[in-house]
């Protein structure tokens, strides 16, 4: 038994307005779904040390009318895809459940129909439309001894919100895990179909989006008509920092998405280009490429530019900076060798290391603890695929293989996932993919989208 | 123990509103096929207000039409030749240093040209180590232009990696057309 006392802010939807003066003004924000004072929470556990079984259910609606039947089916099965997520439970089968009666309250479970079934732990709640949005409430039952091991409510205006946020809830609650529901994807994408104007080809710009970690509610961020590319969360969620060329030459800029501020790391054209920031887990400096002193060096400055200095010196390339979880070392990558490599360096500047001797090795991404390994891109035939490097074994293993090419991963802030592009539905897309290789989905559909980072 | 997950949110947005734009036209290069031995622009249209043809020799003509023609045109009409590099390469090719041997003497007879230098690359690189040989290659370029003498601020290079294929198809001629230093001509 283990008791559940913090009181937890809840996110509430990402909205990030548009700046396009064709679209629709953005939905207002979304108000936290309050928490209730938590009260004692049982874990559930399955038979012989095997994950628990679950079912969860699509809530009951406590009123006929059409939008909240629909709402009560959507946090259901949202909240199903979250919590399958993790793989930390199992789950009867969706196409099972018309087969046991529906419970139509709380209190008209047929809990001997899912006992039979094998299940420990069964998930159901409420929702109906109040003057403030949606009011859902959820409960954990343990099937055997018909306990409620666990019971929240949510009010939002986000249905899917309170999935997500119940599903983190239920994960940390239930198995001391750090979900990634509410988390969320930014990346690069040419879908908006502007082109470059002033130009006597035809260029397509690039802008800068984000969507939830499940590739719903996409947002975008940038519209300016010309190359954005290769977004970071910070540390907090509250800024994205990115390489554009609306200044004519590659530039670092931070995007403030809910202050609607914008800093410019790097000033204009008179200190060569500036591309692929990258933030320091603090969030108080960012880690960039910069040819200022003639050549492609990785260097480190606070996030409003001041206090530069730089961190390597090679005539090479240096490029692909990443931060190791600790803030204390820098992976990057060289071509000092001769071809790209990954290689790290202890933010002074010392004990540089190569750490890969591969045909080609770009983009590494330092995954957090518990896990010790770095992602990155590896050429394998014509294209690339994502490997992991456990940086405590030596030990490499694959992760993709040759569907496509493969490329830029970023980790998932609780490192058991990653995302990465692939070519291998046709344009270039943004995929997940659990860090043992299972578990492929593809976040987006239309156009191309690429140089992925994934929120923490 | 818990994230402070991604507060509240003022919606907002940078609408880092369209800046200085960047105004610079950029030119169509010719085909890789026509390109290496090229020699003298294509003679462009003559200005309809300009008499019979036959009043005007042709080489003014076209001395005239350049000097006169709005940077668009005279992008479109490429009088600087783009350069193709190597796969993974930033070399300049003797076919190459032939080509900017002949762009330096267009840019010493229009001694008043300010030109970009696009570095470009192919897919098969990654997208990050892309932007950086691709600004090796248009630095490269730039480097060999000034060995020939032309003057460094009339110079500036930018590159887009991978951003913008000349070809998007994934073809090794493509390939061959996207590994390139491009040149846009900003000021005359």
Redesign the interface.
């Known amino acids: 038994m283990m008791k559940h006392l913090?009181a937890?802010?809840?996110?509430?939807?990402?909205?990030?307005?548009?700046?396009r003066a064709q679209q629709p003004p953005?939905?207002?924000?979304t108000?936290?779904p309050p928490q209730q004072p938590t009260e004692i929470v049982t874990t559930i556990s399955g038979e012989g040390g095997s994950a628990p079984r679950l079912v969860v259910l699509d809530f009951i609606p406590l009123s006929s009318d059409a939008e909240t039947v629909a709402v009560a089916r959507t946090i259901g099965q949202v909240l199903w895809d979250d919590l399958n997520y993790e793989r930390e439970f199992s789950f009867i089968p969706r196409d099972v459940y018309s087969t046991v009666p529906r419970a139509t309250s709380l209190e008209t479970i047929p809990f001997d129909r899912w006992r039979e079934l094998n299940a420990d732990g069964l998930i159901i709640g409420t929702v109906q439309k109040g003057s403030d949005g949606l009011k859902a409430q959820l409960r954990l039952y343990n099937v055997r001894t018909r306990q409620i091991a666990y019971n929240r409510e949510y009010t939002s205006s986000n249905a899917r919100l309170i999935a997500h946020t119940a599903s983190d809830e239920l994960h940390?609650s239930q198995r001391a895990l750090?979900g990634v529901a509410?988390t969320?994807i930014t990346f690069d994408s040419d879908r908006a179909g502007e082109r470059m104007?002033?130009?006597?080809?035809n260029?397509g710009v690039?802008d800068i989006f984000v969507t939830d970690y499940d590739g719903e509610n996409s947002r975008q961020?940038?519209?300016?008509?010309?190359?954005n590319?290769?977004p970071r969360w910070s540390p907090?969620?509250?800024s994205i920092a990115y390489?554009s060329?609306?200044?004519?030459?590659?530039n670092i800029?931070i995007?403030?998405?809910?202050?609607?501020?914008?800093v410019e790391v790097t000033e204009g054209?008179k200190v060569g280009?500036n591309?692929?920031p990258a933030w320091a887990p603090d969030g108080s400096r960012v880690a960039f490429?910069s040819?200022r002193d003639g050549n492609?060096e990785v260097y480190i400055a606070n996030r409003d530019g001041s206090g530069l200095r730089r961190l390597t010196n090679h005539p090479g390339?240096d490029?692909?900076p990443t931060w190791s979880p600790s803030g204390t070392q820098v992976a990057f990558?060289s071509?000092r060798s001769g071809s790209?490599q990954i290689y790290i360096v202890g933010v002074d500047g010392l004990n540089l290391q190569r750490k890969t001797s591969e045909s080609?090795c770009?983009?590494p991404t330092w995954s957090a603890p518990p896990y010790n390994e770095i992602a990155y891109?590896s050429r394998t035939g014509?294209?690339?695929d994502v490997k992991v490097l456990d940086l405590a074994t030596g030990q490499t293993r694959q992760l993709t293989f040759g569907e496509g090419s493969n490329?830029?991963p970023a980790f998932a802030?609780n490192g058991r996932h990653l995302v990465f592009t692939s070519t291998r539905s046709g344009k270039t897309h943004v995929f997940t993919i659990a860090r043992d290789g299972r578990d492929v989905r593809q976040l987006t559909k239309t156009g191309n989208n690429?140089?992925p980072d994934w929120?923490? | 123990?818990?994230?402070?997950?991604?507060?509240?949110?003022?919606?907002?947005?940078?609408?880092?509103?369209?800046?200085?734009?960047?105004?610079?036209?950029?030119?169509?290069p010719a085909t890789p096929a026509s390109m290496p031995s090229s020699t003298a622009p294509a003679p462009p249209s003559p200005p309809s207000p300009v008499p019979a043809p036959t009043m005007v020799p042709p080489e003014p003509v076209r001395e005239d039409a350049i000097a006169s023609a709005s940077l668009?045109n005279l992008?479109?009409n490429a009088p600087l030749k783009p350069v193709f590099f190597e796969y993974d390469s930033d070399e300049l090719s003797s076919e190459a240093q032939q080509v900017l041997n002949e762009n330096a003497g267009v840019m010493k007879k229009y001694a008043t040209w300010a030109v970009?230098i696009e570095g470009h690359c192919d897919e098969?690189?990654?997208?990050?180590?892309n932007?950086?040989?691709g600004?090796?290659r248009a630095?490269n370029t730039r480097a060999y232009l000034m060995s020939l003498g032309i003057g460094a601020d009339r110079m500036?290079?930018?590159?887009?990696g991978k951003?913008?294929p000349?070809d998007s198809s994934h073809s090794e001629s493509a390939f061959e057309k996207n590994r390139r230093a491009h040149f846009v001509i900003t000021a005359k």
């Open positions: 913090f937890t802010t809840v996110a509430a939807g990402l909205v990030v307005g548009l700046l953005p939905p207002a924000p108000q936290p940390e750090k509410r969320k104007g002033g130009t006597v080809e260029r690039k961020i940038t519209a300016n008509k010309t190359l590319i290769a907090d969620g509250r390489t060329y609306r200044r004519g030459g590659a800029f995007s403030n998405i809910f202050q609607g501020t914008l054209n280009e591309w692929l490429t040819t492609p390339i490029i692909s990558t071509d790209p080609y770009d983009k891109a014509p294209g690339f490329e830029s802030p690429e140089k929120s923490k | 123990m818990r994230r402070m997950a991604v507060g509240m949110f003022a919606l907002a947005v940078m609408t880092s509103a369209a800046c200085h734009k960047n105004k610079a036209p950029v030119a169509r668009d992008n479109k970009t098969r690189g990654t997208a990050e180590y932007l950086a040989l600004e090796r630095v500036r290079t930018v590159s887009y951003e913008f000349f």
